[in-house]
Structures are given as structure tokens and as C-alpha cells.
């Protein structure tokens, strides 16, 4: 193997990006299941609104619509986190300050949504943990209060 093909100068120099942390990956994911749960359970709604026997098939569809255009709003803000996007920490932080009160609620259910409860709880609280971390906040570009953006 010749000296020459081993320089820097003869091989293509890549784009020199930060590389993304496995934290935005990980609070990533986890929004975007929360989405996919959402839309999973619109959908359902809507189809036993639509094909099922429910009390009211108009409040049945609606609620269905509802969640469905709600996931586009942890949908969006992974797909933001995952680009490395300063505007989805927002979404994201409000999508797990919202889901709290409903793994609270799953919680004190009985049966088959205390686990349900259990998993949106410690997803919930995993990204929210990792979306407050100054290490992500640094690396989705937000600057602190205060600081001066010359520094």
C-alpha cells in the first residue's frame, strides 16, 4: 500500500457535523412512540366508531380524529429532535408534562392499565429527564438565559 493513499489530501474530507448524542436518539424514540401510541389508539377509535357498536359513534369519530391529530404533536417533535431542531424540545416537553396525569391515572386504574400506567410513567419520566439535561439542551443549540451568543 502506497504512502499517498492513506493522506488526507486524496481521500474526500466528510462534512465535519457534531455528532448527534445517543440522548436526543433516545428522547427521540420515546416521543415518537408516544405518537404512535396516540395515533394507534385514534385509529382504533375510529374504526369502532365506524364499524363497532359504542354509545355515540359521533363522540366515538371525534375522539378518534382527536388523538390521531394530537400524535402529529410528539410525532413532529421527534422527527425535530432527531435533526437536532432547538423548536421541538418545546413540543416534547409538553407532550411529557401531559402525559403524566394519564400514566397518574392508568396508576390508580384497576387491572390491565396498572402496567400500561407503569411503561408511559417511566417513559414519560426517561424523557423528561433527558430533555432537561444541560447536555441536550447544549446540543439542540438552545442558549441559556443570560448568556451572551459571542461567547
Known sequence: MSTQQNTPASSPSPRLEPVKPSRITL?????ALEGAALAIGGI??????LLG???SPQQAEMGGLTLIALALIPLSAARGLLRRRSWSRGPALITQI??????WTLLRSHGALIP???VLAAVTL??????VRPTTVEALGIRRPGTNPEN
Open 98 to 103: 401531559i402525559a403524566l396525569p394519564v400514566a
Open 116 to 118: 400500561a400506567g407503569i
Open 126 to 131: 426517561t424523557a423528561l429527564y433527558q430533555l
Open 44 to 49: 382504533y377509535m375510529l374504526v369502532m366508531g
Open 27 to 31: 428522547v427521540a424514540a420515546l416521543t
Open 53 to 55: 357498536d359504542p354509545e
